[in-house]
């Protein structure tokens, strides 16, 4: 099990590139992902493994005011 914005799923993928494949996420631009409260830059996104337990924050900003 791992945690995506707060909600528990089977672990189903070894990095945060393949996580972000999972879900439909194409593309780094305007995407910041942290693992365990770490933000992960984009281009270590295939190299950072995850792990049961670990907690995925994936965010996108969006307009508004």
């Known amino acids: 099990m791992i945690i995506v914005n707060g909600k528990g799923e089977t672990l189903a993928c070894t990095n945060v590139?393949?996580?972000?494949?999972l879900k439909g996420i194409e593309g780094a631009r305007g995407l910041a992902v942290a693992v365990n409260g770490v933000v992960v830059p984009a281009?270590?996104?295939p190299h950072q493994t995850l792990n049961?337990?670990?907690?995925?924050?994936?965010?996108?900003?969006?307009?508004?005011g």
């Open 17 to 21: 590139a393949e996580l972000l494949r």
């Open 43 to 45: 281009k270590a996104w």
């Open 52 to 64: 049961a337990n670990d907690t995925i924050e994936i965010v996108r900003p969006f307009g508004g």
